[in-house]
């Protein structure tokens, strides 16, 4: 299925993840605006766009800007046992500046480790409430040695801006899909690399196209806060507008597919979604709205109510490298991230297909007439004949060409060209708006 | 689950009960009077209501009213062989007046007995026809020796009146939830007294209430009959305020538990009975409304259509003792009672909660800002968390407490607190109508 | 179940189809003309139709007529090896006149025969396409020897006409129901003539009947081309009255029943035919409407929309001698022939008595007071009680009478007697209208 031309997407993305790995991102901060500006070299028109402080979102706040110029722990001796400038993980998120000498019973207070899993650092955050931390594995925390220690966290947290980028490709209609993805995770590859490259590689395929049917919105921003402070400036256009969206993480392994529904499971993503996992990766992990976690809690949430899904390789919280300095380039690769962006790319080609159609005439047309049919009646049965009648038989006008696949029992992808021909033959015809109206809301 | 104070509870039913089994009830008559005026004591509110003999009521009248002083068969040597002063059961229900002697060969045309359960004495009536005759174990029946027996039935079947027992109790909101339980068996426990003394358990603790949302209409009447003629007056006044009712019958034994649906079984008391039950006896047992037998008969009748089911404990002619002398007080008991009176309670008070509720913010709540939600990322998870979290994200103003629950896989009764707190942060407010409206009708 | 008068059906449509079955029918011919002489006989309203070569019917053209002389393949020795005499199967279908000798090699290119089934002689058409051929079994086909062969082909195919039968029986309502079967294949059993046979004695039965609710419009065409320009001809009246239809095919042997859905597959022809398939021949073959092959291809086709369904014996396509010389007279039978005409027949009984019933009175009715109920309560489970009573209890001016029955438990068939004692004793009534109102349309 996969061609030369495509794995090498995979290599492109996976070599973007590797630059972008290093990078510190969070909430806000310089490494939010570093990933972005990489971005932009793929994606040129990506604007970025920036939030200040104290700005009002719903029932939040824009936080001050975090930025770290250096953190570490240092020991009586002058090592540094903790440092942030080898992994940026071990600096709990939004720390307070710091600096003074504590007793490492004190320092025990500060420090996170994960005893079951005693050679991973923990990644961990504190936002809104004035703390500091550091993070380290279970087993280094173990040899720390009684003593006083040294501790420099050298960081602003001050009145500044939040980062996003924001890419809007017009197409012929007004109609939206949105793609929205997270940068806010320092140094993790499957959550949270993936989805910005990902997105990416997708973007840039459709700024490629020669005419795009749908209007795509595409979103690079932080994720729970900055999925917030986006909505609160684009509701109203995106309720009016969106059709379906994905938000896009998770999708670098190799190891499983996943599904993540909107609220109430039935919108257009979803169908589209379930649609094409049915078909190209039929032993997914259908997931309950239940278990989210990322950014279709705010889009999904009452009132927003967009139709907004996912579709994951391993899931957020289901992977045993989740949130530790294991989930790195190692577990992700080109082939998943390969895997995820077929398939989210079929998704968006079913739904520029994703038409209702309806039959020009009344009965079976006469197809041996145009060619589209064997005379001889022993050939009938021939799979061919029998998709192209099937489609026929069941393009009445009232659904789209999601359902009109499920119902003849074959993938949507596949009938794309056969409803090619059948437009050529004029022997059917786009009918305007149900499916569109039917896909739209996240209820 | 059961406190010292809730077990007290099946111990009163249960003494109650105790008090009214010797009472002779019937479709009327002075045990049913007796009944009533017991069951005034215990709910001071009570009011009786005669109605006169040849009422009509829809496709009935109201029958002569039956009394029984004595009854008895008396063999040549003037030992009663059969004694309605030993049993009331003895005495087919309804048995016109009648002296004389009869031989045995004629007395047998009008006994009664169960050859396959030879020691129980069976249930029988003959409403509306004119007869006499008695019950008696099939051990007896076949100890009687040929002779001439004498046959003494002091019955006064004359004009008179039916009566019935009525409480309404004022709510905040003029909709209604009826419970209904019939008073025309004598001497049976399970399949009858158990229902009267729930219900009147249920409508003490309702009158203790410092408020009630809905109006409660409690009604002791004779089945079938009974059923009819309280409709009969009510019907109007039933039809526009009920959202739910119940049945309360076969509640007092620790067997199983039972339910009977309305006619269509989806109506607000089908939905807040099965769901209850799911949560509280999971292995309850499904009956369909083709097995009906009680007076849901009358109100889920064509054209009546009021939304009521049943929560039983085993069902009428489903237990082996139904309808026999072997239905009597050692077949329920106070835990049984008690476990019937705790479902329906807290039936009751999932309904008083059962509004539609709805997220007053866009996108989720900051909740650490209000001290509803750790700021540690790694905590997010605790279960108290996400039940909260997944009541908000379901509270989109379109489904009630009852399908909230179910939404997030939860017992309603579980999620009164969270509600509360949300109500009082308010971050949740309470949608008019469309819960009630979505409840109403059998149908 | 089946009577003697009834089993005399079965025997008299195994002789009309032994009479039919030499006939040489196609699309058009003599054939066919002769085949509906011979169901006039049956059915003497019968219309016969005839439409001129080159009209139009939506998408195709009412084709040249074609009629058979003569036909057969002479080796060099005088012997014809092939002779449409001995088998109409023998001549490919609308085979154009030839006379011309020809070598075996050539001959070749122009015979079909069946590897797999060397002792068959195929069915093969060639419409619309100018060829001629000859179908053989293979294993005669194998004992051609090298040579010239002596081609005849004495055809006639010219303008002409196409030529249908159509029955319409007037009823009290202008509502019809529509029985189509087809007539264009030449000597075969199973997948033909079982089909006119049946739906003669359907007719008859009709056509005796005092009175009838429904109109019924009973055709007798060629497939494809036939249904088509019947169609032309009346869609709009059809499309405005039509409620339930049926395409008669492939009724005559033992081995199944099978079902072929409408396009949607709710009609009421789905309804009434699944409920009778369920309660007649519960282990039926449930076909999808992705398996159709008969007319419902054009009564279902997207803008037609007409209600029709097949209830079948041996599916088309599905039995061993489909399409060959062996579905002969051999492989249908008088009991086979019956069953089918049985439970279209019953399909046809319930729609008579399809309506929506209501009860006339509010809470149970007073059944003794009527003679349709016992007095003493211990007899009121008794099975005849209890499904009088569910009648009632369902007889709310909902669902139609196979609804109702579904929801009871029960055949539509077996309550037709209880409604006919309720209607009489005014207990229900019928309500208009809904029942047709939801049964209209393929959709």
Same mark, same amino acid.
């Given at each position: 299925?996969?061609?030369?031309?495509?794995?090498?997407?995979?290599?492109?993305?996976?070599r973007?993840?590797?630059?972008?790995?290093?990078?510190?991102?969070?909430?806000?901060?310089?490494?939010?605006?570093?990933? =972005?500006? @990489?971005?932009r070299?793929? $994606? !040129? +028109?990506?604007?970025?766009? #920036?939030?200040p402080?104290? &700005?009002?979102?719903f029932?939040?706040?824009?936080?001050?800007?975090?930025?770290?110029?250096?953190?570490y722990?240092?020991?009586?001796?002058?090592?540094?046992?903790?440092?942030?400038k080898?992994?940026?993980?071990?600096?709990?998120?939004?720390?307070?500046?710091?600096?003074?000498?504590?007793?490492?019973?004190?320092?025990q207070?500060?420090?996170?480790?994960?005893?079951?899993?005693?050679?991973?650092?923990?990644?961990?955050?504190?936002?809104?409430?004035?703390?500091?931390?550091?993070?380290?594995?279970?087993?280094?925390?173990?040899?720390?040695?009684?003593g006083?220690?040294?501790v420099?966290?050298?960081?602003?947290?001050?009145p500044?801006? =939040?980062? @996003?980028?924001?890419?809007? $490709? !017009? +197409?012929?209609?007004?109609q #939206?899909?949105?793609?929205s &993805?997270?940068?806010?995770?320092?140094?993790?590859?499957?959550?949270?690399?993936?989805?910005p490259?990902?997105?990416?590689?997708?973007?840039r395929w459709?700024q490629?196209?020669?005419?795009r049917?749908?209007?795509?919105?595409i979103?690079?921003?932080?994720?729970t806060?900055?999925?917030?402070?986006?909505?609160?400036?684009?509701?109203?256009?995106?309720?009016?507008?969106?059709?379906?969206?994905?938000?896009?993480?998770?999708?670098?392994d190799?190891?499983?597919y996943?599904?993540?529904?909107?609220?109430?499971?039935?919108?257009?993503?979803?169908?589209?979604?379930r649609?094409?996992?049915?078909h190209?990766?039929?032993?997914?992990?259908?997931?309950?709205?239940?278990?989210?976690?990322?950014?279709?809690?705010?889009?999904?949430?009452p009132?927003?109510?967009?139709?907004?899904?996912?579709?994951?390789?391993?899931k957020?919280?289901?992977?045993?490298?989740?949130?530790?300095?294991?989930?790195?380039?190692?577990?992700i690769?080109?082939?998943?991230?390969q895997?995820?962006?077929?398939i989210?790319?079929?998704?968006?080609?079913v739904?520029?297909?994703?038409?209702?159609?309806?039959?020009?005439?009344?009965?079976?047309?006469?197809?041996s007439?145009?060619?589209?049919?064997?005379?001889?009646?022993?050939?009938?049965?021939?799979?061919?004949?029998?998709?192209?009648?099937n489609?026929?038989?069941y393009?009445?006008?009232?659904?789209?060409?999601?359902?009109?696949?499920?119902?003849?029992?074959?993938?949507?992808?596949?009938?794309?060209?056969?409803?090619?021909?059948?437009?050529?033959?004029?022997?059917?015809?786009?009918?305007?708006?149900?499916?569109?109206?039917?896909?739209?809301?996240?209820?």
């Amino acid at each position: 299925m996969t061609t030369c031309h495509e794995l090498s997407v995979g290599e492109e993305m996976y070599r973007w993840a590797t630059d972008l790995f290093p990078l510190n991102r969070s909430l806000t901060g310089a490494g939010n605006r570093a990933t =972005l500006a @990489y971005l932009r070299q793929i $994606l !040129p +028109g990506l604007s970025i766009h #920036e939030v200040p402080s104290g &700005t009002s979102a719903f029932d939040w706040t824009v936080p001050d800007e975090w930025n770290v110029t250096d953190a570490y722990v240092m020991d009586e001796i002058g090592r540094k046992v903790i440092d942030w400038k080898r992994n940026n993980l071990h600096l709990v998120g939004y720390s307070v500046p710091f600096q003074g000498s504590v007793s490492l019973e004190e320092l025990q207070t500060h420090l996170h480790s994960l005893p079951n899993d005693p050679d991973a650092i923990p990644y961990v955050t504190s936002y809104y409430r004035g703390n500091w931390g550091f993070c380290i594995s279970d087993q280094d925390r173990k040899a720390l040695s009684d003593g006083i220690y040294r501790v420099v966290i050298d960081t602003i947290l001050a009145p500044g801006s =939040l980062t @996003y980028g924001e890419l809007l $490709l !017009p +197409g012929e209609e007004k109609q #939206e899909i949105l793609l929205s &993805t997270y940068i806010c995770h320092p140094s993790m590859a499957n959550n949270e690399l993936s989805g910005p490259v990902v997105t990416a590689a997708l973007a840039r395929w459709l700024q490629s196209l020669p005419a795009r049917r749908f209007t795509y919105r595409i979103v690079f921003t932080p994720e729970t806060i900055g999925a917030i402070v986006y909505l609160s400036r684009n509701l109203p256009i995106m309720k009016e507008r969106t059709i379906a969206g994905f938000v896009v993480t998770c999708v670098g392994d190799d190891r499983c597919y996943s599904f993540m529904p909107s609220r109430r499971g039935q919108s257009l993503a979803d169908r589209v979604a379930r649609h094409v996992l049915k078909h190209s990766a039929p032993d997914y992990k259908a997931y309950t709205f239940l278990e989210r976690g990322s950014d279709e809690r705010q889009y999904c949430s009452p009132g927003v109510d967009l139709p907004v899904a996912s579709i994951m390789r391993s899931k957020y919280n289901k992977f045993p490298e989740y949130h530790t300095s294991k989930d790195n380039m190692t577990i992700i690769s080109p082939s998943g991230l390969q895997g995820a962006h077929d398939i989210l790319k079929t998704c968006l080609e079913v739904l520029e297909h994703n038409y209702v159609y309806k039959a020009t005439y009344l009965c079976e047309p006469q197809m041996s007439r145009r060619g589209l049919y064997p005379t001889l009646s022993r050939n009938n049965a021939e799979a061919w004949v029998r998709k192209m009648m099937n489609i026929l038989a069941y393009a009445d006008g009232t659904g789209d060409l999601i359902t009109l696949a499920d119902e003849i029992g074959t993938s949507a992808k596949s009938c794309i060209d056969y409803v090619g021909q059948l437009l050529e033959a004029g022997l059917i015809g786009k009918v305007d708006g149900p499916a569109m109206a039917a896909g739209q809301g996240a209820k």
